[in-house]
């Protein structure tokens, strides 16, 4: 189907790929073992799945199938993906907005929200907080406004690239932020980005309709499909998809977004860097009821899902999860998370303990410190990760090296995730966190056989402990 109204230039390869009615056809029926079975030896044999295997796993609601689908997800993270977690913190740059998403604390008919953008000496502050307590990796989130346009955007990441606090600084920035046009995408790629996210809320046209307004730019679904496809064209490699899991039936979402992938990677020779699934929160002012709210239960299964469906594909879980939640879904193949979040205008220098939803988009399930993370994940034998080598050497499309390249990931990302970690312990950790960490990092060490490289990675490890280097790459 080809795309109807839009608010600009359209992609090369704009179509509607999301055929509902297939989509539904898809999920109708039942399934037996053999049939989830042999997809899941697909998966294990590190290939993606097409729409028609994907359902099938969706379609899989027996107990005993169920718990063989998550078992297969936390095998093939074990197994390929190995234990390292790359951390992250969101910046929310402001919370003007012309649209009127019906879940979104920041909407505009939402008259409660103090509104604020961040001045650039605000943003300044913000990121030596940030790196004060260790972040290397941002992503900066603004609201969909004329005064955010791609030349304010382009500006921020470069204040926030040019902020140094003691040996502290931003190694990555990633934005979410409204669809741009072409030229849009240029002028904040020529800032440095990492990764450009939009994410679609919701595949089902309906129920995007419905809550997302027709008289605003956001209420343009196609415009907003086509997003990242421009952002592809424009040379924005690396990209990222997402759905606001609980708007509509989370079974088609999954399978929209699969659909979403597969067509980026058919047109552009790579498929999304990132597939983020957000739960709905509590918002400012929302009273409405969603009766497609995803449970505890089924978000396990689409999490595990995701992963064996979309290999390449790194996946990330935010601090909208409660630590008990995030904790058992990172099991299943999560490779990104962010800690020690604040979400309020300002939140990392201005507010208190609480939260203050008149200052935030929806409510976080998880605000422990980046440290207090740090150390849950060195006692569950996690490699807490800040490495950024791949995007600043040039490596794009590191999800796929990682999977696809035999031997990726023990020479260079364990290396590096042990190297960004050994300069948190240093520079930042308190000192059980300390502790911890360089008993992990000795434990991997002592699995890695002898090579000139394991040396190399010695060497390296001692001169970061001593003081002698930081930001050293593999
Ligand atoms: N304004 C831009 C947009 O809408 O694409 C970018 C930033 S928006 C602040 C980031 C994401 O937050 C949205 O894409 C949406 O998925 C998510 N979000 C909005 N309201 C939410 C809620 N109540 N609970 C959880 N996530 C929410
Ligand atoms: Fe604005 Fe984004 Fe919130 Fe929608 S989700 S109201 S576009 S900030």
């Given at each position: 189907m080809a795309c109807t109204r839009t608010l600009g230039r359209l992609s090369?390869?704009?179509?509607?790929?999301?055929?509902e009615a297939y989509l539904h056809h898809l999920l109708e029926g039942q399934v037996d073992r053999r049939q989830v079975q042999e997809v899941l030896a697909k998966s294990l044999a590190k290939q993606p799945l097409d729409p028609e295997e994907t359902a099938v796993l969706l379609k899989a609601d027996d107990p005993e199938l169920v718990e063989e689908i998550l078992e297969t997800a936390r095998r093939l993270k074990r197994e390929v993906y190995g234990n390292r977690i790359v951390l992250f913190a969101p910046l929310y740059v402001?919370?003007?907005?012309?649209?009127?998403?019906?879940?979104?604390?920041?909407?505009?008919?939402?008259?409660d929200q103090v509104r604020r953008t961040l001045t650039f000496e605000e943003i300044r502050r913000q990121v030596q907080a940030l790196e004060d307590r260790g972040h290397k990796r941002l992503i900066l989130v603004f609201g969909e406004h004329?005064?955010?346009?791609p030349s304010f955007i382009a500006e921020c990441v470069r204040q926030v690239y040019a902020t140094r606090s003691g040996r502290g600084e931003i190694r990555r920035v990633n934005i979410n932020a409204a669809p741009l046009d072409h030229e849009g995408y240029r002028v904040v790629k020529a800032a440095g980005i990492g990764t450009y996210q939009v994410f679609?809320?919701?595949?089902?046209r309906a129920t995007y309709a419905e809550v997302h307004p027709?008289?605003?730019?956001?209420?343009?679904y196609f415009w907003r499909l086509d997003a990242l496809a421009r952002a592809m064209e424009a040379g924005c490699d690396d990209v990222g998809l997402g759905v606001l899991f609980g708007l509509y039936d989370w079974r088609f979402e999954l399978l929209g977004l699969v659909c979403h992938a597969r067509h980026l990677q058919k047109h552009y020779g790579c498929g999304p860097h990132t597939i983020s699934f957000p739960r709905l929160q509590p918002a400012q002012g929302v009273t409405r009821q969603w009766p497609h709210r995803v449970s505890d239960g089924d978000f396990k299964r689409l999490v595990a899902i995701l992963r064996l469906a979309v290999p390449y594909t790194g996946l990330i879980l935010t601090a909208r999860e409660r630590p008990e939640i995030r904790r058992e879904v990172m099991?299943?193949?999560?490779s990104q998370i962010d800690a020690g979040?604040?979400?309020?205008?300002?939140?990392?220098?201005?507010?208190?303990?609480a939260q203050q939803m008149d200052r935030e988009q929806f409510l976080l399930g998880d605000v422990r410190s980046l440290d207090e993370v740090i150390r849950e994940l060195l006692r569950e034998g996690d490699i807490p990760s800040f490495c950024t080598a791949c995007y600043r050497l040039g490596r794009t499309g590191e999800h796929f090296m990682e999977f696809a390249i035999p031997g990726f990931i023990r020479d260079f990302c364990t290396p590096n995730a042990l190297c960004t970690l050994m300069e948190y312990l240093q520079d930042y950790a308190s000192p059980e966190t300390r502790r911890l960490g360089q008993t992990v990092i000795q434990q991997e060490l002592e699995k890695i056989p002898p090579s000139p490289r394991k040396q190399m990675l010695i060497d390296r490890l001692r001169r970061i402990a001593e003081d002698q280097e930081r930001d050293v790459r593999f």
């Open positions: 090369e390869s704009a179509y509607d790929f999301i055929d402001g919370n003007e907005c012309v649209n009127d998403c019906q879940y979104c604390g920041f909407r505009r008919s939402n008259a004329p005064r955010y346009s679609q809320e919701t595949y089902h027709p008289s605003t730019p956001k209420g343009d099991r299943f193949g999560v979040s604040r979400i309020e205008l300002a939140g990392y220098t201005e507010t208190a303990d």
